[in-house]
């Protein structure tokens, strides 16, 4: 009794969801057919004979569970909650969305980890029956399991962004084939490396990568379900500069370096225009709003580019200078396009990060069909061409390549300096307009908590 109380004072969801999956006739079906599955596999080894298939066919059995059942049944348990407008509810309770999701998660970590302990009998015993040392069973496992939270998370992760039922559909579809994906990629990758062996060093760095993922993924969950009216950016973003700051170890970091903040920017750069409290520093590069979060992008980006020039070649100086040149550029297009066009009227974020897939699209396509009309063969000649990174990232790509005179990603940077310095003018006028309207107009309640929300 005494350790069920202390239980329930750590996690109460994780004593829910453990004492719900108990009750789950679909997971107890699911963990004997796992281990009905091991043992015919074990078997058939046995009496066939030696055969290194065999530890990846056990590892593909508990792969089915780790990498794609528990994380959909973890993103069907916050959906329903979402649909049944359970999350304020459990708010209210102080529990909070960081505990909330922890518990989910810590629950289906559970899960995993009982149907790991009944299937590692077999796991060992395939050390003798496949060849696999069992220092790479081990080491494969553990990574197995980091894989199962980090996919766990992601899952919880695409619960928080839709709000239609018609997006929780797209949502469920996409992530569904984000899953098998995993599933099929890291399955092959613990067939090489069981077959070839696996370097230590490697293998605990891409532990970290995953793990530093998926902090930021659940930082960014526990953001997208807290409401407008709280402090809610400042972990987010911390997550991500820190995510940002282990890529400093690697020797070649740039493209996710750039990839990273910019699915950064997609969340924190597209916010409402006065989210948050209202009472926030002007300058806070971690308060909520779009324009701390466009002004952190363009910190995070110039720092980047400053550290990758200092470590790359100067031959590649162009390319460090033009990839976060492009991001900033068509992510100030978006902007533009959406709120600078419609300075007093308000505007959804889904609206802007819509606005910026459609504009990236076109930005991608649309120059260089012109380059290769008038250029053909030689897409340097053509400086508008060089808009469009199709065109762009080949070019300054090639080291000493001399793009319009030497000056293409100098040309290129003027232009994304100009336009962040125009889109942030834009957004300190809409947030300025913003808190006098509130202030003047009493607010009426919103329908959507979610719109302040960031990705």
Known sequence: MRFARLLDGLSP?????????????????????????????????????????????????????????????????????QEDGSWQILQLTGLGPRRILAGK???????????????APFLILS?????????????????????????????????????????????QILMMIALITSMSSWVMFASEAG?????????????????????????????????????????????????????????????????????GAFGMAMEADAAGPARRRAFSLLAPGALSGLRLTMVLLAVTTVLAGLAMDPLHLPLVVAMPSYLVIY???????????????????????????????????A???????????????????????????????????SVAGGAGHWILLSLALFAFFVTDSMLARRRRLASATATAVPSKPQSDRRDAAPV
């Open 367 to 401: 120059p260089w069909v012109v380059t290769k009309a008038i250029a053909g063969d030689y897409p340097a000649r053509f400086l508008p061409g060089l808009v469009s990174p199709a065109v762009g990232l080949i070019e300054f790509g090639r080291p000493g390549a």
């Open 127 to 171: 050390h003798f029956l496949s060849g696999f040392d069992l220092l790479s069973i081990e080491l494969l496992c553990l990574s197995g399991a980091v894989m199962t939270g980090a996919l766990t998370m992601f899952g919880l992760f695409v619960a928080t962004l839709p709000v239609t039922r018609a997006q929780r559909g797209v949502a």
């Open 195 to 263: 077959s070839r062996g696996v370097s230590a060093p490697t293998l605990l760095i891409s532990i970290w990568a995953v793990f530093g993922t998926s902090y930021t993924l659940f930082e960014a969950a526990a953001a997208r379900m807290a409401l407008p009216t709280e402090d809610y950016a400042w972990r987010p973003r911390r997550a991500l500069i820190l995510q940002l700051l282990g890529l400093t170890a690697r020797g070649d970091w740039l493209c996710l370096a750039v990839l990273i903040i910019g699915a």
């Open 331 to 365: 992510l100030c297009a978006a902007l533009w396009a959406t709120r600078g066009l419609r300075m007093r009227k308000r505007v959804s974020p889904d609206t802007t990060r819509f606005a910026f897939i459609a504009i990236s699209g076109l930005g991608l396509l």
């Open 13 to 81: 969801i994780l004593v829910k969801e453990l004492r719900q999956g108990r009750r789950s006739r679909a997971l107890i079906l699911l963990g004997v057919m796992t281990l009905v599955a091991a043992a015919m596999i074990t078997l058939y080894a046995i009496g066939r004979g030696p055969d290194q298939n065999v530890f990846v066919l056990l590892y593909l059995c508990l792969s089915v569970v780790g990498f794609l059942i528990v994380p959909l049944m973890a993103h069907r348990s916050l959906v329903r909650e």
């Open 105 to 119: 998660l810590a629950s289906s970590l559970a899960q995993v980890g009982i149907l790991s302990v009944a299937v």
